[in-house]
């Protein structure tokens, strides 16, 4: 069975510039989180979703949004980038609503010049 | 909001050596769970506890949680090479919107050869 796959692997934006992030979770998976991962503040929760709804969210700027697609696929977008976006962005999936243990894909490699 | 804190943040042992990393917490739990991650990749979940377990084994690994101290302990017997990585604990944290894996600063071990 095929893991987690987060594209692109890395990503180099400028401040200003928007980003959208792929993630496609385990097959029959249908709870997809995002986290951001950054050496001074660690993994942090970003939000879940869950049958095409958000479930839960973070305490991140409204900037941060996503969305799920019926097929469980789910995108993260970041507008007006910071450079303290600069980031690996891990998406994660699991069965369910709140189920565990999550399943991570490798991250998307976030730079912001 | 940090939930698990790891202690020590690093550690750096030689191969056949054991490992041992603790995590405490703040609030209540119903499971704690602890995740490896590899430079640049994602993680890897490696065990989960329940409240109502004091101990787990997997393999090589040992996984205590002590409730009343709202503390854990990961322990890696017989370390390699291999085990080089950064092994965090997380809890989930319930809030107003959800509930929320909130994970901890990491223990960063380094098995040398």
């Known amino acids: 069975k095929a893991g987690v796959t987060q594209t692109p692997r890395y990503l180099i934006k400028t401040r200003g510039q928007q980003v959208t992030l792929s993630c496609s979770p385990i097959s029959g998976h249908r709870s997809v989180s995002w986290y951001q991962q950054t050496p001074g503040q660690g993994l942090q929760f970003l939000f879940e979703y869950f049958s095409e709804t958000q479930r839960n969210k973070g305490n991140f700027p409204g900037r941060f949004s996503g969305r799920q697609f019926s097929n469980s696929r789910s995108e993260m977008n970041v507008s007006t980038l910071e450079l303290g976006d600069s980031a690996l962005y891990l998406c994660?999936?699991?069965?369910?609503?709140?189920?565990?243990?999550?399943?991570f894909g490798d991250g998307t490699r976030l730079s912001i010049l | 909001s940090q939930q698990g804190e790891e202690d020590p943040q690093a550690l750096s042992i030689q191969e056949g050596e054991n490992a041992t990393m603790n995590c405490s917490y703040k609030t209540s739990i119903n499971n704690l769970q602890w995740y490896r991650q590899n430079s640049g990749r994602g993680l890897v979940h490696l065990i989960l506890?329940?409240?109502?377990?004091r101990e787990k084994h997997s393999g090589r690994l040992r996984v205590t949680l002590d409730t009343s101290k709202k503390s854990s302990s990961l322990l890696i017997t017989a370390s390699r090479a291999a085990d080089t990585a950064s092994y965090f604990c997380a809890t989930a944290q319930s809030t107003q919107a959800g509930t929320a894996l909130i994970f901890g600063k990491g223990t960063t071990l380094s098995v040398s050869s």
């Open positions: 506890i329940r409240s109502n377990e």
């Open positions: 994660a999936s699991s069965l369910a609503e709140n189920s565990q243990p999550q399943h």
